[in-house]
């Protein structure tokens, strides 16, 4: 049973930027399941997505990989022979019990877990590539070039997920799905303090894109299909493919 997400609920005097640190990545699964809707279901289908465009002897790449939950979707269900994942997060906290997690299971698929920014990993022979949750801590004016990077490493026939939390155009729907997920989350028991707290923390590093401008740095990465697959409020799940003929 995992750690549960106290860390906001006494006033903190000083509100710092969001940090992924030994205290939050204690507590992680707690806090990823309270706050983000649909989490467990986007983890389920990237593996169902996995059995589907993994290719034999191929890599496949877990960009911001947090404790390794995709990383396990993806490995339990790889039909492919001679595959190998890399796993990789900036964060010593998260990695440490990451490698812990992986351990924990036995696979015949090798998982490699880097502690790196993602930024610096080169993308090779991939068939897919996940990035949950993840883009939407980088520069917004990085992004583009981590997606280019990306195709270009990618086999043929291989798939991104991207998933990230959505802003909208609209400001009425955004006020909407924005409440609504603070509904949520007093749902799953965080107060008013911890959510103000903790929204207070993340306002500075995680800035989010809505789905029109994902699908249109997707399609300037080269990306030939790019469509959204998953949505709950203002989270949601993209696919991008690229051609097999590419």
Known sequence: MSNRDTLFSAPIAKIGDWMFDERVA????????????????????????AERFVQPDST???????????TLSVRRNIKAAGCNIIAVDNSP??????????????????????????????????SMVVLNFTLQFLEPEERQQRLNTIYQGLKPGGALVL???FSFADADVGELLF????????????SELEISQK????????????????????RSAG??????????FNFGSLIALKASHA
Not at 101 to 126: G, L, M, S, W, Y
Not at 179 to 190: I, V
Not at 202 to 210: A, W
Not at 223 to 232: I, K, P, R, T, V
Request: hydrophobic share 40%.
């Open 60 to 70: 496949i790449y877990d960009l911001g990989c947090s404790l390794g939950t995709a």
């Open 199 to 218: 929204r207070s923390m993340l306002e500075n590093v995680m800035l989010t894109d809505s789905v029109e401008t994902h699908k249109s740095r997707l």
């Open 163 to 165: 998933s990230e939390k």
């Open 179 to 190: 409440n609504m997920h603070h509904d949520f989350k007093r749902a799953n028991g965080y």
């Open 223 to 232: 990306f030939e299909h790019a469509e959204l697959w998953f949505q709950c």
């Open 26 to 49: 204690e507590v992680f699964p707690d806090m990823i399941q309270r706050s983000v809707p649909g989490y467990s279901n986007i983890i389920s289908m990237i593996g169902m997505l």
């Open 93 to 126: 906290a998260m990695v440490e019990r990451c490698r812990r997690h992986i351990d924990a299971f036995r696979a015949d698929t090798p998982v490699e877990v880097i502690e790196a920014d993602i930024r610096q990993i080169p993308i090779k022979n991939a």
